[in-house]
């Protein structure tokens, strides 16, 4: 529970959690000292890593809830997330970034990120990166070398006294590049496509089924417990034309309870729709045996 409250990232955070951040940023193994100090943010959305060794200076109750989330399989699982999700994740070190963003940290064209702009999430990137992009294929004001007077230009010099806005635009679209399609703001996303979900009205007796893939919130509403890390969801787009279908399911178990049970479930769309269906509880799921059920044969429903 520690852990839940470490990672509660947003404004309720705990005092604590911003300590345990500078500690665990602090006590990093040797193979980590090329990270600079300025981008560990947070080792469950970047890349490095903390020290887990008991030789280590890092303090023991850190120290216990690390190894509790690795007992547990603590780490960000989800099909697809909200844009703004995307925007507030950390840039440097991304935890899902390709490993070359591990060698573009340390450069002339990054320093000037990270010190001068003071550059941190993936939606500051974005933001920088933006005057580069061409609409139709004509670019907009930002023209394309050192001199360029544009209001981005203007504003990136004056804020940040960057001597040459248009190679840090460039560096921070690199950085970007590094993102897979999933993780790039930039990129289409299945909530591009989910519609207005709460827009349905239903009667008493039906329920509506969430068909949206994308995880909406904060940071913090992106860790899963007991997750499988050889895993990773895929995220297929799934396109919903507004259209309702009412469709009736139901599990049941015969001799639940008893060695005998057989669990199963039915899917009923319409008389004679070649969509109904019913089905047997397997005995085994990915190595795992079931149990025959009621419960199984509802969530199986
Ligand atoms: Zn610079
Ligand atoms: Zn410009
Ligand atoms: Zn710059």
């Avoid at 509660?8 to 990093?28: E, I, K, M, S, V």
């Avoid at 070190?93 to 070359?100: C, N, T």
């Avoid at 004001?141 to 050192?146: C, E, L, S």
């Avoid at 479930?265 to 047997?280: H, M, Q, V, W």
């Amino acid at each position: 529970m520690w852990l839940k409250r470490y990672l509660a990232f947003g404004p309720n955070r705990p005092l604590w959690a911003f300590l345990a951040d500078a500690l665990l940023a602090n006590n990093t193994p040797a193979s980590e000292n090329s990270v600079p100090m300025d981008i560990r943010t947070n080792c469950y959305l970047q890349s490095w890593t903390t020290s887990t060794s008991p030789c280590s200076s890092q303090p023991t109750d850190l120290l216990k809830m690390i190894k509790t989330g690795q007992k547990y399989g603590v780490r960000i699982e989800g099909l697809a997330f909200d844009r703004n999700i995307l925007r507030d994740m950390p840039i440097w070190h991304h935890i899902f970034a390709d490993p070359r963003i591990r060698r573009l940290t340390n450069s002339s064209a990054s320093n000037c990120l990270r010190l001068k702009h003071n550059l941190q999430t993936v939606g500051e990137a974005e933001d920088l990166a933006a005057p580069l992009i061409r609409v139709n294929g004509i670019q907009l004001q930002h023209r394309f070398n050192g001199q360029c007077e544009c209001r981005d230009c203007i504003e990136i010099q004056e804020l940040t006294e960057c001597e040459h806005p248009h190679h840090c635009m460039l560096r921070a679209q690199e950085l970007l590049d590094t993102l897979p399609p999933k993780w790039d703001p930039r990129a289409e996303q299945p909530a591009d496509y989910e519609g207005n979900f709460t827009n349905f009205s239903v009667s008493q007796e039906e329920n509506i089924f969430d068909y949206r893939l994308t995880t909406a919130g904060d940071l913090s509403d992106l860790f899963r417990v007991f997750t499988d890390k050889d895993h990773t969801p895929a995220n297929e787009t799934f396109v919903c034309n507004g259209e309702l279908i009412t469709v009736a399911t139901d599990g049941s178990c015969i001799n639940n309870g008893q060695d005998t049970a057989i669990a199963g479930a039915g899917i009923y769309f319409a008389k004679d729709d070649p969509r109904n269906k019913s089905l047997k509880l397997p005995q085994m799921a990915g190595g795992t045996k079931l149990t025959q059920s009621n419960q199984a044969a509802e969530l199986l429903a």
